[in-house]
């Protein structure tokens, strides 16, 4: 069967030996006799599931003791208003640095909670770069700063060197970059993703918190929507979204195969500097980003003709290339090549562009 070079910004394509690994599972998970959508989340052949989905996650993060790892549901979105409900009373402050459409909705969704400040924005240049996080103007009694490590929409990213030596309590929405360059991850106090970028399927959402620093700020709150509920019931407080749990297992234990963030990272650079490269060399195609905020994992380009891009768009998907249209809100072209993208399908994609700018000339 043939597949389709999947350039989706989420839900992104998967690694095919995980989608092979599932199939063979499907029916009878391990001679139990059942798919694994059918075991109940209590049971023994499930909790292993859980449990080594977690562990393995861990591992790739090198996450110490002081830190866990929750799954829970509602996506990347859900944690926008759970995060600042579970850490802010109404009186308190915190800091957001607004680099895209995403920072702006949690911040929007923050303001519910507390008194929220913006450390800065990058609005004004319409998100095509990241602006300079400068502490001193956080408020002293801010209870964290909030940070995009990676702006799919916009195509920009947090280089981890320059957040490494920040003191703030650092929380971080890592939906499009998550495990794939080597970020501290012992540094945030919260940290969270929704899986269907970078560790899965949709439906879980992954988020790493700093145990301490949730007891300290703990409050009275719905059991569902409290950080504290999933963290003593090992997230499974209620029925767990085990299939795509048991799916990010997968790609957890196919990211350890390869050799780890490390190596993801490695990959990853060689990826988008190959696209990078060919996009500042051709005379058709443009990246506006600015060169040390440019993500690895979302590169956008245009032609600076829309009919011409809308033509391109078209003639891509002839040749078997999907979902590399610009978000809505910038138009353009854009290529999400995630960690389960291979380097053949961005020599392919790079083929293409110089095929049509031949044609196009
Ligand atoms: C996709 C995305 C989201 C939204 O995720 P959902 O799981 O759909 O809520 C939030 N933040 C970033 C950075 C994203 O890329």
Redesign the pocket.
């Known amino acids: 069967m043939n597949r389709v070079y999947n350039f989706s910004?989420?839900p992104a394509m998967m690694p095919v030996e995980v989608l092979e690994e599932a199939a063979k599972e499907m029916l009878n998970y391990k001679g139990c006799g059942s798919s694994v959508m059918e075991l109940s989340h209590r049971s023994a052949e499930y909790k292993e599931i859980h449990e080594e989905a977690k562990n393995l996650l861990k591992e790739l993060m090198n996450l110490d003791d002081k830190h866990e790892i929750l799954f829970l549901q509602?996506?990347?979105?859900?944690q926008f208003y759970m995060l600042p409900m579970n850490i802010l009373n109404k009186e308190d402050r915190a800091s957001y640095l607004i680099t895209?459409s995403?920072a702006k909705?949690a911040y929007k969704e923050a303001k519910y909670f507390g008194q929220i400040d913006i450390l800065a924005s990058s609005e004004d240049d319409n998100f095509t770069y990241i602006p300079e996080i400068k502490e001193n103007n956080i408020a002293k009694e801010s209870k964290y700063l909030y940070l995009?490590t990676?702006?799919?929409?916009y195509g920009t990213r947090i280089d981890p060197k320059t957040i490494k030596n920040l003191k703030s309590n650092i929380v971080a929405?890592m939906?499009?970059n998550i495990l794939s360059e080597e970020y501290d991850m012992n540094q945030f106090k919260i940290a969270f993703a929704?899986a269907?970028?970078n560790l899965g399927p949709?439906g879980l959402?992954v988020v790493v918190v700093e145990k301490d620093f949730i007891e300290e700020n703990k409050k009275d709150l719905p059991s569902m929507l409290n950080y504290t509920t999933h963290l003593e019931k090992d997230s499974m407080y209620n029925t767990p979204p085990c299939y795509s749990i048991y799916m990010c297992g997968l790609v957890a234990k196919w990211m350890k195969n390869i050799g780890g963030v490390k190596k993801l990272e490695e990959l990853n650079r060689e990826k988008a500097k190959l696209l990078y490269d060919f996009i500042d060399n051709s005379n058709l195609y443009k990246n506006n980003i600015k060169k040390e905020d440019r993500s690895l994992m979302n590169i956008v380009f245009v032609t600076g003709d829309e009919e011409l891009d809308k033509e391109f768009v078209k003639e891509s998907k002839a040749a078997n290339i999907v979902n590399i249209k610009g978000h809505r809100s910038v138009g353009g072209m854009r290529a999400s090549i995630y960690n389960a993208m291979p380097i053949e399908a961005v020599e392919y994609l790079i083929n293409f562009m110089k095929d049509f700018e031949i044609q196009h000339k």
């Open positions: 910004a989420g509602g996506g990347a979105s859900s895209g995403w909705k995009c990676n702006n799919t929409i929405d939906s499009s929704g269907q970028k949709s959402t």
